[in-house]
């Protein structure tokens, strides 16, 4: 009887730092998780935010075609507008 007793108090003893250590790594996961959240988001963002750069630039590129177009039609309706007088 008194062995049972005294395995049972190693069985106590043993489950208690057992409990001890995964209480410290599920606080270590724990850690591990925010700082995956944290990555995911700025990944998210990076990524929507590289999309925006991308818009932004295609959006000027069309502008940019736009006007050079209307500046080819004017100088195609007023010959020598736009060029360089040789005689100057």
Request: aromatic share 2%; hydrophobic share 45%.
């Amino acid at each position: 009887m008194h062995n049972r007793i005294k395995r049972l108090e190693e069985l106590v003893s043993g489950a208690a730092g057992t409990i001890a250590r995964l209480k410290e790594e599920n606080e270590v996961l724990k850690g591990q998780v925010a700082l995956l959240g944290a990555a995911r988001g700025r990944s998210a963002s990076a990524g929507a935010a590289a999309r925006e750069l991308a818009d932004f630039k295609a959006r000027v590129r069309r502008r940019l075609e736009r006007i050079c177009a209307r500046i080819e039609k004017i100088a195609d309706l007023q010959p020598g507008l736009f060029e360089e007088d040789d005689n100057a």
